[in-house]
């Protein structure tokens, strides 16, 4: 199995920035493709952004993309989120999974962190 721990959410004022990160332990970190969702308080949890094994494929979803970057980093084990630009709505606690593949689809991933909690102020 593969353990992930989530870290670096935080306060931010909207317009701010800040880097999640995701640390992995257990099996081999590279095997899998990476993703980050979010759930808002009274929602269902979303897609983010996913990274394929390699890392050379990412995908993001509208309402993220242009503003968060994925990237992962092999020989440290770790994945990444930039946050920047952030807005109110970006307010969720957000979680790091590993899958079989880099899609939007909550049932793809076999693995899941305990979350780090995001919240940006107006």
């Known amino acids: 199995q593969v353990q992930l721990v989530e870290s670096g959410g935080g306060l931010v004022q909207a317009g701010g920035s800040l880097r999640l990160s995701c640390a992995a332990s257990g099996r081999t970190f590279s095997s899998y493709a990476m993703g980050w969702f979010r759930q808002a308080p009274g929602k269902e949890r979303e897609f983010v952004a996913a990274?394929?094994?390699?890392?050379?494929?990412?995908y993001y979803a509208d309402s993220v993309s242009g503003r968060f970057t994925i990237s992962r980093d092999i020989a440290k084990n770790t994945v990444y989120l930039q946050m920047n630009s952030l807005k109110p709505e970006d307010t969720a606690v957000y979680y790091c999974?590993?899958?079989?593949?880099?899609?939007?689809?909550?049932?793809?991933?076999?693995?899941w962190g305990q979350g780090t909690q995001v919240t940006v102020s107006s």
């Open positions: 990274i394929s094994w390699t890392g050379s494929n990412t």
């Open positions: 999974a590993a899958g079989i593949a880099g899609t939007s689809l909550i049932r793809t991933y076999e693995y």
